[in-house]
């Protein structure tokens, strides 16, 4: 099937930033692939939602980004179902703590496979359908590529890669593709949660005084997708001024 609507890939993208960036191009008038690992009630029932409002405009694809050689098949499957890809948004990660002391070489590999390696390969797969597009690249990094964060190590070292990852792409796909990233600070409190003291005292070193929303990260990256035409390598901090203090 092809479509005359332009098409975004979004990995992890059936819950929290990720869905707010699909609902972002959808109701901009793309047809979106979206991507989930382990929520699949929630991928499923975005999907529905999103065909309902527009049929034909939205596919659901299921794959473990650790799994290296599942990742071409999301590109292959985006081209076969709409015959183009115009933008790839690498916003799935895995977060946790990674204890010195405690650090193994298996969290290592875990948490650089979906932060980083994913990212890279998807982009590797997508490079020729997003040339012909001349398309673009976001991918979702945090302010703790830069910033170390205490306990998370790994974490802050597999998003300071794709800091990198971002930088390179963005000249070697030059000048067909442009390629940059958001970085968002607090946005959604960890799930786990953070004790009142915890976000009272993050708030007092954001000097906009309080955290940001899914559909302000979403804008920020259909902006760098879209409209951001002489932007490339860049790398925008949507973080209500935290990286000042």
């Known amino acids: 099937m092809t479509d005359t609507a332009p098409v975004a890939l979004i990995t992890g993208s059936a819950r929290r930033i990720g869905a707010a960036i699909a609902r972002q191009f959808h109701a901009c008038g793309w047809s979106v692939v979206l991507h989930a690992h382990t929520s699949t009630t929630e991928l499923q029932q975005m999907a529905f939602d999103m065909d309902m409002l527009r049929p034909g405009s939205v596919l659901a694809l299921q794959a473990d ?32 703590p990674t204890l010195l002391g405690q650090i193994t070489a ?3 590999d875990d948490l650089f496979a979906v932060n980083a390696r994913a990212p890279l390969l998807l982009a590797q797969a997508a490079a020729p359908h997003l040339r012909r597009q001349q398309g673009s690249i976001v991918n979702l990094t945090d302010l703790h590529g830069t910033q170390p964060m205490r306990d998370h190590p790994v974490y802050a070292a597999a998003k300071a890669a794709l800091e990198m990852v971002t930088r ?21 409190w960890p799930e786990q949660g953070k004790d009142d003291f915890a976000r009272q005292a ?3 070193r954001t000097p906009l005084a309080r955290t940001g929303t899914v559909e302000e990260i979403a804008e920020a990256v259909y902006w760098l997708a879209t409209d951001a035409a002489f932007v490339t390598g860049h790398t925008l901090r949507v973080d209500g001024g935290r990286t000042l203090s």
Request: glycine letters at 4%; a negative charge; zero cysteines.
């Open 65 to 96: 980004l650790r799994d290296a050689d599942a990742l071409p098949d999301l590109i292959d499957q985006t081209v076969a179902q709409f015959g183009r890809l115009d933008t790839l948004v690498n916003n799935a990660s895995n977060f946790y």
């Open 106 to 108: 298996a969290q290592w």
């Open 168 to 188: 390179s792409l963005a000249l070697e796909l030059a000048p067909k593709v442009r390629v940059n990233a958001v970085a968002p600070g607090a946005i959604l």
């Open 202 to 204: 993050l708030l007092a």
